[in-house]
T-cell receptor, first 115, second 115 residues
Framework: AQTVTQSQPEMSVQEAETVTLSCTYD???????LFWYKQPPSRQMILVIR??????QNATENRFSVNFQKAAKSFSLKISDSQLGDAAMYFC????????????FGQGTELSVKP | GAGVSQSPSNKVTEKGKDVELRCDPI?????LYWYRQSLGQGLEFLIY????????KSGLPSDRFSAERTGGSVSTLTIQRTQQEDSAVYLC?????????????FGNGTRLTVT
């Protein structure tokens, strides 16, 4: 079965600095998607960035970028120029075509941003 | 446009009572998902509806949990004879199409507390 692991329960970063959140996953599939979701105190899950496994180029969305290492099954999220509004829970998630749209989530990393 | 709407936002119930949680997906979205998020945990898949197909109930933790989706739109998650371990945030999500690379849009969840 596919699993997603986030080994950092909590992370902290100084405002304007860069932070990297780690995620590893396990799958025997070759075609899949990976996602990072942000969950602020409002509880709503917000899509931050996604990566298709067949694309070698790492996805980037403004200050957010990923380091996708397919062979190592690693999918880390880098947040540059951290802002106070980035403070939230971050979840890594996996999706493959055999499971329809169902996402498998990691345990989450709580990010705090210090002014 | 309107996002995914869940009600109630918070629910406190006594152990042994039945509860119903409601989800209004984004209009036109054919797929609907329920997830459970226990304190400090990731999101646990419960059930998935896609159009008129039979739902994927593989994540329901016990036969006390059930869900239905009427008219391909609104969904209700019912928990019978609630237990304290059912306390969690229940998140609903919808997506425009079935499956792969169809981004999930989440509601703000219902926080259920069983006393």
């Amino acid at each position: 079965a596919q699993t997603v692991t986030q080994s950092q329960p909590e992370m902290s970063v100084q405002e304007a600095e860069t932070v990297t959140l780690s995620c590893t996953y396990d799958t025997s599939e070759s075609d899949y998607y990976l996602f990072w979701y942000k969950q602020p105190p409002s509880r709503q899950m917000i899509l931050v960035i996604r990566q298709e496994a067949y694309k070698q180029q790492n996805a980037t969305e403004n200050r957010f970028s990923v380091n996708f290492q397919k062979a190592a099954k690693s999918f880390s999220l880098k947040i540059s120029d951290s802002q106070l509004g980035d403070a939230a829970m971050y979840f890594c998630a996996y999706q493959d075509r055999n499971q329809g749209g169902k996402l498998i989530f990691g345990q989450g990393t709580e990010l705090s941003v210090k002014p | 446009g309107a996002g995914v709407s869940q009600s109630p936002s918070n629910k406190v119930t006594e152990k042994g009572k039945d509860v119903e949680l409601r989800c209004d997906p984004i209009s036109g979205h054919t797929a609907l998902y329920w997830y459970r998020q226990s304190l400090g945990q990731g999101l646990e898949f419960l059930i998935y509806f896609q159009g008129n197909s039979a739902p994927d109930k593989s994540g329901l933790p016990s036969d006390r949990f059930s869900a239905e989706r009427t008219g391909g739109s609104v969904s209700t998650l019912t928990i019978q004879r609630t237990q304290q371990e059912d306390s969690a945030v229940y998140l609903c999500a919808s997506s425009p199409t079935h499956g792969y690379n169809s981004p999930l849009h989440f509601g703000n969840g219902t926080r259920l507390t069983v006393t």
